[in-house]
Every structure is written in C-alpha cells, then in structure tokens.
C-alpha cells in the first residue's frame, strides 16, 4: 500500500512561485503516473498535471500550462509541481495522486491527504 504527503504548500502572492513535493512511501513507485490535483472552496476537484514512469509525457490542464511544471525524481520516490505566475484562481487544496498503467486526468488509485496553497492578490 501506497502513502502520499504532499509539502510545500501555504501562502503566496500573485505572480510568485510555490514548489510542491509528494513523497511516497511503502513501495516503490517508480512505474506509476503519478499527478497532481486541486480543489477549490465549493468546486469539485480538478486535473492539473500528470506525468509518466519516464518522465517522457506530461500533461497538464489549460489553466496551467505555460505556468506549472510536473517534474519527479524515482530515486526519491517523490513528484514536485512547480508553480509560477499564480493566480488568485489557484488557491485550493492541491493533492497528489498515483495508478499502475499510462498517466491520464483521471482513475487514480492511491491519493495523498492534500496541501493547501493560498495566493493573495
């Protein structure tokens, strides 16, 4: 069984950055997509970004791309997203998730227990 924390999360202000991290632990996850999630006060919770095993795709939503990048490091066991330019509209809680098999937006089978970022404008 899979343990996800995220850190990294907390307050920020328009335009700066923020690095999230997402350790895993339990087994190694090095052949999973892993990804990254938000959730908004009274919003469902969305797709950021997704990465592969191999670092060779990502994928992220529009909402963010050209500002966040999805990155991992197998031999730490660990995904980071790195956001820049924040927005008010990205304050939520951001949870890292993973599944055996190609990185999609959805069908996640093991999640973390989520950061919250706050960005103040």
């Known amino acids: 069984q899979v343990q996800l924390v995220e850190s990294g999360g907390g307050l920020a202000q328009a335009g700066g950055s923020l690095r999230l991290s997402c350790v895993a632990s339990?087994?190694?996850?090095?052949?999973?997509?892993l990804g990254w999630f938000r959730q908004a006060p009274g919003k469902e919770r969305e797709f950021v970004a997704t990465i592969s095993w191999s670092s060779d795709y990502t994928s992220y939503a529009d909402s963010v791309k050209g500002r966040f990048v999805i990155s991992r490091d197998n031999a730490k066991n660990t995904v980071y997203l790195q956001m820049n330019s924040l927005k008010p509209e990205d304050t939520a809680v951001y949870y890292c998730?993973?599944?055996?098999?190609?990185?999609?937006?959805?069908?996640?089978?093991?999640w973390g227990q989520g950061t919250q970022v706050v960005v103040s404008s």
């Open positions: 998730a993973g599944r055996r098999g190609l990185a999609t937006k959805t069908s996640y089978d093991y």
């Open positions: 339990g087994r190694s996850v090095s052949s999973d997509s």
